[in-house]
T-cell receptor
Framework: ETGVTQTPRHLVMGMTNKKSLKCEQH?????MYWYKQSAKKPLELMFV???????ENNSVPSRFSPECPNSSHLFLHLHTLQPEDSALYLC?????????????FGSGTQLSVL | AQSVTQLDSHVSVSEGTPVLLRCNYS??????LFWYVQHPNKGLQLLLK??????LVKGINGFEAEFKKSETSFHLTKPSAHMSDAAEYFC????????????FGAGTRLFVKA
């Protein structure tokens, strides 16, 4: 148990659906991250929030919309996704600092887009 | 700029024999280096990290890694493999200058034969 909880664990959606992924941490961390893990590709950093402000946005399509209402919660809102968006979406958190801190990962949401 | 290269996509060993997973990095700044492990259907778990202290770093489950600046390497080793070590391993680099950019290697899948 890492202290980072993601829901749902699995999600199947059609291309016209709207859904949201949720991440929650109670570790007192100030930074939260969304990563995408696709088969045979390195983990891709999507978004980073520090103190509830977005500090990284790595050219992610607008059909992915993050939200960080407070330092403990992070959402990823999904709409009009494509089949190539099927992947494992991982949330992580870390203390804010100088970059050497480790990341604490959730177990991920396995997303399938039909 | 930073990058990380895991030299083997797959490594297969017999139970009880040594494990070597290779990682080379490049970084414009003094880096922090990490190894994470991911078991099937799970999130990533930190094995060990290097942050400019001792060059030989000991982690959990008997793993260790040696930071070699001259070779820009951070290889992961274990003297004796166990069946439960079968998983995907990721080498990770972060700059020690602050910021949240975290670069993951493509991963090495470790197979352990009985």
């Amino acid at each position: 148990e890492t202290g980072v909880t993601q829901t749902p664990r699995h999600l199947v959606m059609g291309m016209t659906n709207k859904k949201s992924l949720k991440c929650e941490q109670h570790l007192g961390h100030n930074a939260m991250y969304w990563y995408k893990q696709s088969a045979k590709k390195p983990l891709e950093l999507m978004f980073v929030y520090s103190l509830e402000e977005r500090v990284e946005n790595n050219s992610v399509p607008s059909r992915f919309s993050p939200e960080c209402p407070n330092s403990s919660h992070l959402f990823l809102h999904l709409h009009t996704l494509q089949p190539e968006d099927s992947a494992l979406y991982l949330c992580a958190s870390s203390p804010q600092g100088q970059g050497g801190e480790k990341l604490f990962f959730g177990s991920g949401t396995q997303l399938s887009v039909l | 700029a930073q990058s990380v290269t895991q030299l083997d996509s797959h490594v297969s060993v017999s139970e009880g024999t040594p494990v070597l997973l290779r990682c080379n990095y490049s970084s414009s700044y003094s880096p922090s280096l990490f190894w994470y492990v991911q078991h099937p259907n799970k999130g990533l778990q930190l094995l060990l990290k290097y942050t400019s202290a001792a060059t030989l770093v000991k982690g959990i489950n008997g793993f260790e890694a040696e930071f070699k600046k001259s070779e820009t390497s951070f290889h992961l080793t274990k003297p004796s493999a166990h069946m439960s070590d079968a998983a995907e391993y990721f080498c990770v680099v972060r700059a020690n200058t602050g910021g949240f950019k975290t670069i993951f290697g493509a991963g090495t899948r470790l197979f352990v034969k009985a």
